[in-house]
Every structure is written in structure tokens, then in C-alpha cells.
């Protein structure tokens, strides 16, 4: 079932930009006919967004027009190439100076002291915009007729009147400029009826828009990619904006006595944090779920941070777990995700993929930590919360895998604070008996249902998991001071 948004009020035509996360922000594209702007520094993406733009008109049999005053049509067109866009439908007028304008007096006069419509290079624009009758222009870039014009008061009357012309006939411009604080833009920004503005700093680069007049927009700034498939944009997670019916069922993990511990299994559409130190079988625990989901046909996706995806693979294949048949049946995907690589935009981005348009039904996260390097500086719950909200709200079942520091002692279900996330709260953790080392397995947490307040033990074998008769013969296993009672044989 494809996702749901919530609908904003109806408003004039949309044009897009040819970036689909873009215009998710946009709240589907740009109005038509109406002037935008698009600012940053050098090799921040603004031809990037306008050959998008263009292209993505071009695809629909769409008149467009590249107005170039910088780079020759000849290097626009190679720099394209090298990223994967095909020109073959776009338009050029190539007002680029010519190596003779180093040597050949005179220059520019679009915006000499005479009227607009009458210089050289005006009646150029007028006579390609009337032949062609694009609807979509890309200037790049605007910051050169400031350097042509006679002042200030000039400049920013004569470019209102340029972008009045190119409205009136017909078409959706957009202009780039190189604002800096050198040279500000201000005026452009004042006159555009949007303004797009991209940027690079520590954190990766980012794109936000700051104006889109006749239209809501999503505010703040959004992480963007450069890269051979172009520019990716991907929008900051609103969980709030896509709902999904589904029925609140437990989903059984195929082990009886693990789904008697849990009463049934973990409901559809929760979150469950399983806790634990590190080699207890957190991810294996989780992988069992998803593979009795693959029995039902369901889908399950695993994000791993740490561990490699030829090592899960192989060892799941040792414990009875079908991971590469899974696979090939398509009712499981294991991604392995670099963390300093992708931004926690770019992973919701993922997720949401998965979710919308291969219907995964349970997601992990193998782990939080993994996870949260790849937020730098950002705040790890916030994300967090955002991305289980936006999952509740679609029905996925979800598992955030916790791992604890503390091999034995007290029990901590999670090191970076986010039980209060969870609907479940599921542990493991090692035990020491007559000199051997066991794993346990209890419940802390259940929000949708009961749940056995005694504690199992755990075992992974070639044969898959084991889960055990309670152990009512111990105590004190949550605080780490175990003490022996009678305990029940295996």
C-alpha cells in the first residue's frame, strides 16, 4: 500500500525540479511561471539543480533553454556528460565571453544606461526566447550582469524586467548566483519569488529554501548529495506526514518457548530494543524474527553498521538461518552501511525506500551506536525517535539492536538512553555456572501486552536458537550477585 501524506491546500501548477527530494521540500515542485534563485558558492550544485531542472522538462517533450553568460555551451556540455545527463532536448544561448573579447574593444550592454529591449545582447535573449517559446529557462549565472550594470538601482530594475519578460512568456526561470559577502545578493533574493540556497561545511552539504512565495515549504536545512547520478537531495524525516492502516498482530519468532516468554511474539508496528553485550546474539536474535517473516513471504531489511555483510552472511548460515536464500527469495536485504559515509538523512531516505516501495515489514538497526556515528555532532534520540515514529506510523515492526559495555554485573538495556523509545524491551546477557559460560534471555519491557517475568536460557546452535525452561533456580541475575537454588535441569 503506498504511503499516505497529508494533503496541503491546492495550489497553482507544479513544475519540478527534476530532484525528487527537492521537491518534496517544495511541497511537489516549483508554482510555474515565476522566477527562483539558486545561491552558493563555487561548486556548491547550482548548475547541477538547473541542468535537472531543464532535463527533467526535456524528458516530457518540454521547449527548454540554458542561458549561459559564464561557461561556453562546449564545457556545460562536457561537465554534464561526465554525470550521467543527456543534453540532447536542451537549448542553448551561449553568451559566454569569447576568446576574441580579450582582444576586440566593447563588451556587454544589456545593461547600459539605454532601455533594456534594445541592446545587442538582450534582443539575443528576446529572439531566442520567442523562437524557441521555452517553458523552462536556467540563467547561470545571474551574479555577471551585476558586474555589466551601471549601479545598484539599475541593476536591480532592469533585471525585475527581465524577469517580468520571461514570465510573460510563458516559462518557469530559474537564475544561479554566487552571493558572498563581498558581493551580496540580496536584491535577488528580494526580487526571486523562491530562493534555494546551498552550502558545505563540516557536516556534509546541504540545501534549505528560505522563500517560495504562494506555497508552504519545509523549512531548515536538508542534507544533499553531489555524485554521478547528479544532486540527490533528502528531506529531514516529518514522521507526523505519512500514516499507514495495518492490524496491531504479534508476529511470532518460530521459537515456542522465546514466543511464550514474549506472549505471542512483538506486535506489528513497535519498536523492541534487544540489549546485551557484545557476541550474546543480539543480531541473530533479531534475524530469527525475519526469518520466520520470509516463511510468510514478508519482507525484512537489515542496516548493519559494524559488522560486514559476507560475515553475517556466513555465519547465519551456520546456526540454520537461510539468509542467502532469503535473499534470493527477495524477502530479505542486508545493507551494509559505511557510517561516516551517509548522513541520518540519507539513511531515512533509505529506509523509507525499503518501506514504500519494496514493502519491508521489519526493520533493524544493527546497532544505535553504529547509527549514531554517522549524526557527527546531531543528536542521536532525535533521529531516532523520528525514524521509529515514522515506522510505528507505517506498521513496520522494528529492532534497534543495544550493545551494552559490561559483559557481566548489572543490567543495562541500552547505553545511549533511548528505552523510552521502545514499546519492548528485550535482554540478553551471559551468565556464569559451575565455570561455564551461559547466555539468558528475559523481558524488561512490553507495552501492547503481558509478558513471562521469569528468565530463560539461550543457546545458539547449528540447529538455530534454543530457548530453555525458566530458570527459577537463580538469583540475582539482573544485579550481576548471582546465587544458586534448586535449578531446573535440561
Do not use: W
Request: proline share 4%; charged share 25%; aromatic share 6%.
Amino acid at each position: 500500500m503506498p504511503r499516505k501524506q497529508k494533503e496541503s491546500k491546492k495550489i497553482d501548477a507544479r513544475v519540478s525540479t527534476g530532484i525528487v527530494g527537492l521537491d518534496e521540500i517544495m511541497n511537489q515542485g516549483l508554482v510555474s511561471q515565476r522566477v527562483y534563485l539558486t545561491r552558493g558558492g563555487p561548486g556548491s550544485g547550482k548548475s547541477t539543480l538547473g541542468l535537472h531542472f531543464l532535463t527533467a522538462g526535456a524528458s516530457k517533450d518540454e521547449k527548454v533553454l540554458f542561458i549561459t553568460l559564464g561557461e561556453p555551451e562546449s564545457q556545460v556540455r562536457k561537465n554534464a556528460q561526465g554525470i550521467g545527463f543527456d543534453l540532447n532536448g536542451v537549448n542553448f544561448l551561449d553568451l559566454a565571453p569569447t576568446p576574441e573579447f580579450f582582444t576586440e574593444a566593447g563588451g556587454y550592454d544589456i545593461f547600459s544606461s539605454a532601455e533594456v529591449e534594445r541592446g545587442p545582447t538582450t534582443q539575443k535573449i528576446k529572439e531566442e526566447v520567442e523562437r524557441i517559446k521555452p517553458t523552462r529557462i536556467f540563467v547561470d549565472s545571474a551574479t555577471q550582469f551585476r558586474y555589466l550594470s551601471t549601479d545598484a538601482f539599475q541593476f536591480r530594475k532592469q533585471m525585475l524586467a527581465l524577469a517580468r519578460y520571461l514570465t510573460e512568456q510563458g516559462a518557469t526561470v530559474v537564475l544561479s548566483s554566487e552571493g558572498s559577502d563581498e558581493a551580496p545578493d540580496d536584491d535577488l533574493q528580494f526580487l526571486c519569488d523562491g530562493v534555494i540556497s546551498l552550502e558545505t561545511g563540516p557536516d556534509g552539504r546541504k540545501i534549505s529554501v528560505t522563500k517560495l512565495r504562494g506555497s508552504d515549504f519545509r523549512g531548515g536545512a536538508q542534507s544533499m548529495r553531489l555524485g554521478n547520478k547528479g544532486m540527490e537531495v533528502f528531506p529531514r524525516l516529518v514522521p507526523e506526514a505519512y500514516t499507514k492502516e495495518y492490524i496491531a498482530e504479534p508476529i511470532a519468532s518460530g521459537v515456542p518457548e522465546l514466543d511464550e516468554l514474549l506472549h505471542g511474539g512483538l506486535e506489528r508496528g513497535t519498536v523492541t530494543i534487544i540489549g546485551g553485550p557484545t557476541g550474546v546474539g543480539k543480531t541473530t536474535l533479531g534475524l530469527q524474527f525475519m526469518k520466520e517473516a520470509a516463511g510468510r513471504g514478508e519482507r525484512s531489511v537489515v542496516y548493519t553498521f559494524e559488522e560486514g555483510r559476507q560475515t553475517m552472511l556466513k555465519r547465519c548460515m551456520g546456526i540454520n538461518i537461510p539468509v542467502r536464500d532469503m535473499i534470493e527469495r527477495k524477502t530479505l536485504s542486508i545493507v551494509q552501511v559505511e557510517p561516516l559515509h551517509y548522513t541520518p538523512d540519507e539513511l531515512a531516505s533509505m529506509v523509507r525506500q525499503e518501506v514504500e516501495e519494496e514493502n519491508a515489514r521489519i526493520v533493524m538497526i544493527d546497532s544505535t551506536s553504529g547509527y549514531g556515528l554517522s549524526l557527527g555532532s546531531g543528536d542521536l534520540l532525535s533521529h531516532l525517535r523520528a525514524l521509529t515514529q515514522y515506522l510505528k506510523n507505517m506498521g513496520v515492526t522494528t529492532i534497534l539492536i543495544s550493545e551494552t559495555e559490561a559483559i557481566m554485573g548489572e543490567l543495562r538495556a541500552t547505553e545511549v538512553g533511548a528505552s523510552h523509545l521502545a514499546d519492548n524491551i528485550v535482554f540478553l546477557r551471559y551468565l556464569e555456572i559451575a565455570g561455564e559460560i551461559r547466555r539468558a534471555i528475559g523481558v524488561l519491557k512490553k507495552r501492547t501486552s503481558s509478558f513471562e517475568k521469569t528468565l530463560r536460557e539461550f543457546e545458539i546452535t547449528r540447529y538455530g536458537l534454543k530457548v530453555g525452561e525458566p530458570l527459577t533456580g537463580l538469583r540475582g541475575i539482573l544485579s550481576g550477585g548471582i546465587t544458586f537454588g534448586k535449578m531446573s535441569e535440561d
